[in-house]
């Protein structure tokens, strides 16, 4: 089965949302058979993504228009991925070309998730060089200490 998954998003400064109309309309002409629209912009709360989610089967589809649609960070969108071949359910973005059921897609989603993998390792990288970086000139971290014992009395 083909399960259509829609997400409304704030309008952007300068640009234009990706309406759910817009979206419900493209996952119809790709052929969904249910689609889930989310019409909330909630960061945590993703009520019907859950329900397609309870719904879905391995061998079935889940189709968006972009991949922003289904994740915001990268990482986010690796978990899922990873729990899509974990159930064999396949995935598709449409604007960026990705089709699980094929070599090219597959390969597409390894090369996505190598790259994600590696801008996490720099990240970690980075904030160590920076911890590192202010122990040098002082700096302990953490929160400050509470008074001592002569300052108590």
Known sequence: MLY?????????RGGVSSSIEEQTEILQRAGCERIFAERRSGRKERAEFNRMMAEVRPGDVIIVKELSRLGRTALQLIK????????????????QGIDTRTQTGKLMFQLFSVLAENEIDQVGERTDDLIEYARERGRKGGRPGGLSAAAQK
């Not at 259509?4 to 952007?12: H, L, P």
């Not at 991925?81 to 064999?88: A, L, R």
């Open 80 to 95: 899922l991925f990873h729990d899509f071949t974990q159930k064999n359910i396949h995935f598709v973005a449409i604007k």
């Open 4 to 12: 259509g998954y829609a997400r409304q998003s704030r309008k952007r």
